[in-house]
């Protein structure tokens, strides 16, 4: 049972994106820095911002990659390795498409669904068994306007419902951080199932 000793938040640098649909994983790792006092500060070495939190009785180091999406790899892996944090030790909080707004999974490896940012990761730690946090942000409906879409900040009921999901994760983290990950996964799932609007009895 490996306890999570990284929580990486993915998205892209510069002012101009911190409030676009693709930045999900920096909003949840900001979080948890409030929550533990930690300070992200720019590291070259591990191309991003990164600080050690305490969170719920344990150590972990937080990250923000500052390479842009599609080289998030390059960030992880510096820092992994630096600091001996094997794959499944690393969990990574990213939006995910195809997952309405107000809904969270958390799942370990698997495919990286066209996110430029999971592919990279999985390429620098020349494995998909890292956990990832899937942030639900939802979809255009129209392939051709994917780029446009993440790269723009939800609606504000939009932003409500994902701030409500980052909360209903972050209430996991203790299971997380102790390695109990079936639990938390079980759990948020049970949760999520909860979130959905049922259809009346006909």
Known sequence: MSTIKLIVGLGNPGAEYAATRHNA???FVDELAREGGATLR???KFHGLAGKARLH???VWLLQPQT???RSGL???ALAQFYKILPDQILVVHDEMDIPAGQVKLKQGGGNGGHNGLKDIQSH???????????GVGHPGDRAEVVSFVLKPPRREEQELIDAAM???QNLLPRMLKG????????????ESKQRPHKPAP
Request: glycine letters at 4%; proline letters at 2%.
């Open 42 to 44: 720019h590291d070259s």
């Open 57 to 59: 009785g344990e150590e």
């Open 167 to 169: 909360l209903r994760a």
């Open 68 to 70: 842009f999406m599609n």
């Open 25 to 27: 994983g920096f909003w």
């Open 180 to 191: 109990e990950m079936n639990i938390a996964m079980q759990q948020l799932h049970t949760d």
């Open 75 to 77: 960030s992880v892996v």
């Open 125 to 135: 730690l020349s494995t998909p068994n890292f956990w990832r946090l899937r942030l």
